[in-house]
């Protein structure tokens, strides 16, 4: 697999909730080239089957290698539970693929071993077993408590994260048994970081909030490094954002994410 330095990195998810790891990416990485999609047209992914979500992955995949990507993240822990296989596949040799998933359970091994955790996300990604596996794979000790939140991901992506409703809605989702008495809480799903500090005040900010944001960041920046594949140029990189269906809540959550003017390009990939 080789790839000048200076070729983008492909980020997509269903909507704004991957701009929570593109804008950690940019922090870890400024000199990097990002290419953003977002499938607007089909948020949120969370509710959808795993043949349609697979069927989007690839689509999207298709775009960015078209646009010479040397790396695509899947930022969304849906996409990343149901389609991650298929995807590397897709690409083969063509560009490095990176899910949000791995990389959470590789901090977990590190970190909370012999704990209680916790774990928040859409239907899909919770009933498809895909972090209970791999935690059961570690044989650490690891006590995972898992719990589906299927409106959350939508309320985000409507602005109720900006007022009241949205504690009313956790309020509902943490208080239940499940998630009671744990150590650490793994927000499952790449637009809960957006209310974190929502989630931790619900625990008192008592309990660790395993936000993938970060760690996923750093994991592409190590694979990056290991392939010699980091931009060396020195100067910013490049941000390009591509929407399938044009939302106001897009477009002003971009701007918030990133502290500037952003240009949405509307790239109808279902047409």
């Known amino acids: 697999m080789s790839h000048p330095s200076s070729?983008?990195?492909?980020?997509?998810?269903s909507g704004i909730g991957g701009l929570t790891v593109a804008q950690a990416l940019v922090r870890q990485l400024p000199n990097e080239n990002i290419i953003y999609f977002g499938d607007t047209a089909h948020l949120p992914y969370g509710d959808k089957s795993?043949?349609?979500?697979?069927?989007?992955?690839?689509?999207?995949t298709h775009m960015l290698l078209e646009q010479e990507c040397k790396l695509i993240l899947m930022a969304c822990h849906t996409a990343s539970s149901t389609a991650f296989e298929l995807v590397k596949e897709y690409c083969g040799s063509k560009a490095h693929v990176v899910n949000v998933v791995d990389p959470v359970v590789n901090h977990l091994r590190e970190v909370y071993a012999k704990k209680r955790v916790g774990l928040i996300g859409t239907k899909a990604?919770?009933?498809?077993?895909?972090?209970?596996?791999?935690i059961d794979a570690l044989n650490i000790g690891i006590d995972l408590k898992s719990q589906a939140t299927p409106i959350l991901a939508s309320a985000i992506?409507?602005?109720f994260h900006q007022n009241a409703v949205i504690d009313t809605i956790l309020k509902e989702y943490l208080s239940r048994q499940t998630l009671h008495e744990i150590d650490a809480l793994?927000?499952?799903?790449?637009?809960?970081?957006?209310?974190?500090?929502?989630?931790?005040?619900?625990?008192?900010h008592k309990i660790d909030m395993i936000d993938p944001s970060e760690i996923v960041a750093t994991a592409v920046k190590a694979r990056l490094e290991l392939d010699n594949l980091l931009n060396k140029n020195n100067h910013n990189g490049s941000k390009q954002f591509y929407i399938s269906d044009y939302t106001q809540s897009f477009a002003d959550n971009t701007r918030l994410f990133f502290d500037e003017t952003i240009s949405l390009e509307h790239y109808p990939i279902w047409d």
């Open 7 to 13: 070729n983008p990195i492909g980020i997509f998810d």
């Open 50 to 60: 795993s043949a349609a979500i697979q069927a989007y992955a690839v689509k999207i």
């Open 125 to 134: 990604t919770i009933n498809s077993n895909i972090y209970k596996t791999r």
């Open 157 to 159: 992506e409507e602005g």
């Open 186 to 204: 793994i927000l499952g799903c790449t637009h809960y970081p957006v209310i974190k500090n929502n989630i931790s005040a619900f625990y008192d």
